[in-house]
């Protein structure tokens, strides 16, 4: 899988004031993989996540999307490159239903391909369809992480960044949702950033993957590698697996 | 089994007497220093108290016949009501709609329509005066303000404390300019709009970064800098004097409602002279101008600025990540909202020929916040219901002249205006916590749009 690379992040330092969170990453993302970023608690995935995002910005380092430096775009110039992002929590719009959480995700094109767009994402979810006119905030957890997805792969993203889609949702709903990104990326061609807690399933989904430990990478390599990697399975996996 | 039920009953009332002397005990106590004992200066301008035993025992009456009404009779009724819903497998939301329900705009509008005409006929020519202006174009005025903050607040989420500045914008606008220029009601009307949508950019820029309660005081503050600067800047505003004697507003230019013109409206249509005429006249404008603002934010709700606007109040963050601008986004809301209330400013200063800073204070902003909370943020119904609730039960509060049969001839109840409508806000957001219409209308359908476009195409509506 050594595509044309799609993300690069060069050296990436990123400030709370004057904490730092991320201290030099390189991270690179080819065309059609899926890579997921690994690590325990704070250990600075999801800042990395955000500063992708452009929210907060890199202090020093470059992010680079599609041959194009993105480091210093306000996050929703960031997002029309098509860079799309199921963030943490999910934040779906909890008062609008789910097909204007949809609509919201397919803005970009001012609703071009919402119809055509709207019927994939059903098929994928087909829950999200039966769904279609209740409010987002009373959709069950996994529910809502399907909207989270869904609304971002309506933008038609080249980059769908996925930020804890696991996060407190039932094992059999995690699987579903990890089988409908593996779907997307097999039969699309999908792009996917992955951040995880759950390291074992992100492993063994991913081609490649990052580890992560107090704002630094650590250690990368194929999926494989790192689930036979004894401390990674010291680490993330044996404690964690149950 | 009748025995039974006898003693639930005789065991109901026992525990509603004993509520009410509780609930009687307790307004004892609390209104024994407010009510009971009054305070005032007697001739000699010492402080002197008296005591109102009378008006203390109405209160206490009040409260423990109330609370024993409530427990004994009212609740019962209402459980035992829910019971038989429930047995017969009624569902509180049914989808059958009373006749009066379903078509409940058609007919709203239709009398708003009749609404002038009808009260010309009832209360006869000088009776009706009351009922067009203090009633009719006031309550109006009050839904057109109400709509117009409805954007900020119910659409974009935005809490904005001092929505009078716009107001106060749009009528100091017009006063200044048809004063100064001598420019048309008909010119300045759109002008004060854009003025006061001007406004609303200017303060919407250092509040970019604010949201809930630091939007609300910074808000505030703008209000009451408006309100400070109309009194302060007396060379152009002339102070707490106001300006009066303002240009009427004219019947689109062809007739005056100026009593010495040669264009009168009534003399050319053939009228006794009247002023209910113009009242009518500006009835209609300002059912006009709030039914374009209605239209407007239907409208805008479906567009994608709407749409944006709905997500920035759900989630701010959320919107970035999908491409939406949020600083665009929240001027727009501002400018839109502080826009029609320029537009009723300009109205308000025509229709009472006279404005000042008293018109403008931070207690009118509270008044439109009250109705756009209590009416549901967001449903247009539910505010122009909670408007005609709020202005029209204080206007009404003038008429209720029996009332100082009950609580003594110095009784007046103007005075307790403000307590009331405390009152009203509690009980309201106690038993409809959203507000009179708490439901929001989604504005995306796959199926049932189809349906309706295919019902237009039967009736030839293209």
Known sequence: MAGETLLKVQGVETYYGNIRALSGVDVEVHKGE?????????????????????????????????????????????????????????RIFPRMTVLENLQMGANLDNLKYFKEDVEKVFVMFPRLKERQSQRGGTLSGGEQQMLSIGRALMSRPKLLLLDEPSLGLAPLIVKGIFE???????????????????????????????????????????GKELLANPEVRAAYLEGGRH | MAYTTENNQSGLMAKAVKEGVL????????????????????????????TRWGLLAVFVAIAAIGRFLTVGFI??????????????????????????????????????????FLAMMIFGRQGSLKYV???????????????????????????????????????????LLSANFGFSFWL?????????????????????????????????????????????????????????????????????????AANNFNKAWGLPSSSVYYKMFLFYVILALCLITAYVTIRLRRMPIGRAWEALREDEIACRSLGINTVTTKLTAFATGAMFGGFAGSFFAARQGFVSPESFVFLESAVILAIVVLGGMGSLT???????VMVGGTELLREMEFLKHIFGPDFTPEL??????????????????????????????????????????KEGHG
């Open chain 2, 188 to 260: 300045l009307l759109p002008m004060a709009g854009i003025l006061a949508g001007f406004w609303g950019i200017i303060l919407g820029f250092p509040v970019l970064r604010l949201r809930g309660d630091y939007l609300a005081i910074v808000t505030l503050a703008f209000g009451e800098i408006i309100r400070l600067v109309l009194i302060n800047w007396t060379d152009v505003t002339r102070g707490t004097f106001g300006i009066s004697g303002i240009a009427k507003a004219s019947f689109f230019g062809i007739w005056s409602f100026d009593v010495g």
């Open chain 1, 34 to 90: 899926i890579v997921s970023l690994i690590g325990a608690n704070g250990a600075g995935k999801s800042t990395l996540m955000m500063t992708i995002c452009g929210s907060p910005q890199a202090k020093n380092g470059q992010v680079i999307f599609d041959g194009e430096d993105i480091t210093k775009l306000p996050t929703h110039l960031i997002a029309r490159k098509r860079i799309a992002q199921s963030p943490e929590g999910r």
């Open chain 2, 133 to 175: 202006d203090n009633f009719g174009i006031q309550i109006l005025i009050y839904v057109m303000l109400a709509w117009g903050l409805n954007i900020v607040v119910g659409l974009a989420g935005l809490l904005d404390l001092g929505y009078v500045a716009f107001y106060a914008v749009g009528a100091y606008s017009y006063a």
């Open chain 1, 180 to 222: 409908a990104i593996k779907k997307l990326n097999k039969e699309e061609g999908l792009t996917v950033f992955l951040v995880e807690q759950n390291a074992f399933a992100a492993l063994k989904l991913s081609d490649r993957a990052y580890v992560m430990v107090n704002g630094k990478v650590t250690m990368s390599g194929s």
């Open chain 2, 23 to 50: 609930a009687g005990l307790i307004a004892f106590g609390m209104f024994l220093l407010f009510v009971g004992i009054e305070t005032y200066q007697d001739i000699n301008n010492q402080l002197v108290w008296r």
């Open chain 2, 75 to 116: 609740k019962p009724h209402l459980d035992a009501r829910k019971l038989a819903k429930a047995k017969s497998g009624v569902l509180e939301i049914s989808d059958k709609k009373s006749f009066f329900h379903k078509h409940f705009l058609k007919i709203a509008l239709v009398f708003l329509l009749c609404y002038p």
């Open chain 2, 382 to 388: 539910g505010i122009a219901i909670a408007a005609v």
């Open chain 2, 416 to 457: 307790y205006r403000m307590l009331l409508f405390g009152l009203a806000m509690i009980i309201v957001m106690l038993f409809k916590p959203r507000g009179f219409v708490g439901t929001r209308e989604p504005t995306a359908f796959l199926k049932e749009r189809k349906a309706v476009s295919g019902s237009f195409t």
